[in-house]
Nanobody, 121 residues
Framework: QVQLVESGGGSVQAGGSLRLSCAVS????????MAWFRQAPGKGREGIAT???????GYAEAVKGRFTISKDYAKNTLFLQMNSLKPEDTAMYYC???????????????WGQGTLVTVSS
């Protein structure tokens, strides 16, 4: 059974930083492609960062230059370093994984339960 568990969310003031983690367990089909999504209240799920098995990354324009996605392949853990946070970054953040690279589309097969990030002005 594949499980993704996010951690690292919290409350921070605008301009601050947070680092999210996503621990993957039970995935037996090699190294999965992974991504971070977020969903603000009343809005749809938005893909914000993704990474393939060779370290190639992609970002949504809204976070480019502020957020960095990385993966520890040995520990099968995904990270999202978030700097220069803005109030509009407030959302539930989810990690996702699949054997297909869906880029920033919310079509990944496996999802975590989410971790809440709140940015105050």
């Amino acid at each position: 059974q594949v499980q993704l568990v996010e951690s690292g969310g919290g409350s921070v003031q605008a301009g601050g930083s947070l680092r999210l983690s996503c621990a993957v367990s039970g995935y037996t089909d090699g190294n999965p492609y992974m991504a971070w999504f977020r969903q603000a209240p009343g809005k749809g799920r938005e893909g914000i960062a993704t990474v393939d098995n060779h370290g190639t990354t992609g970002y949504a324009e809204a976070v480019k230059g502020r957020f960095t996605i990385s993966k520890d392949y040995a520990k099968n853990t995904l990270f999202l370093q978030m700097n220069s946070l803005k109030p509009e970054d407030t959302a539930m953040y989810y990690c996702a994984a699949d054997r297909i690279w869906w880029w920033l589309l919310p079509k990944y097969a496996y999802w975590g339960q989410g971790t809440l990030v709140t940015v105050s002005s």
